[in-house]
Nanobody
Framework: QVQLVESGGGLVQPGGSLRLSCAASRSIFSINVMAWHRQVPGKQREFVAVISSDGITNYADSVKGRFTISRDNAKNTMYLQMNSLKPDDTAVYYC?????????WGQGTQVTVSS
């Protein structure tokens, strides 16, 4: 079993930055893929970014060039550095991973981009 806890969300002005963290309850060294998704009320949860155990990354077109996903296996933590934030980035951000065939989600952290 894996518990995931997100943190780092908040209110930021357009053009600002935030760094989200996702702390796992067990070693993530053996966990291949970890990802961030986001959801706006009334809309489907959407993919944001993914990172493999050897650091290969992929991003949604809407965040490419602005967001950076990373992981620190020694700290059992994944990160999402978000720069040049736009109002359209406002959402609840979730981290997710699969372990032994079971998909796990965190509780989410709210990101609000507004002036």
């Amino acid at each position: 079993q894996v518990q995931l806890v997100e943190s780092g969300g908040g209110l930021v002005q357009p053009g600002g930055s935030l760094r989200l963290s996702c702390a796992a309850s067990r070693s993530i060294f053996s966990i291949n893929v970890m990802a961030w998704h986001r959801q706006v009320p009334g809309k489907q949860r959407e993919f944001v970014a993914v990172i493999s155990s050897d650091g290969i990354t992929n991003y949604a077109d809407s965040v490419k060039g602005r967001f950076t996903i990373s992981r620190d296996n020694a700290k059992n933590t994944m990160y999402l550095q978000m720069n040049s934030l736009k109002p359209d980035d406002t959402a609840v951000y979730y981290c997710t991973t699969s372990f032994r065939g079971v998909k796990y989600w965190g509780q989410g952290t709210q990101v609000t981009v507004s002036s």
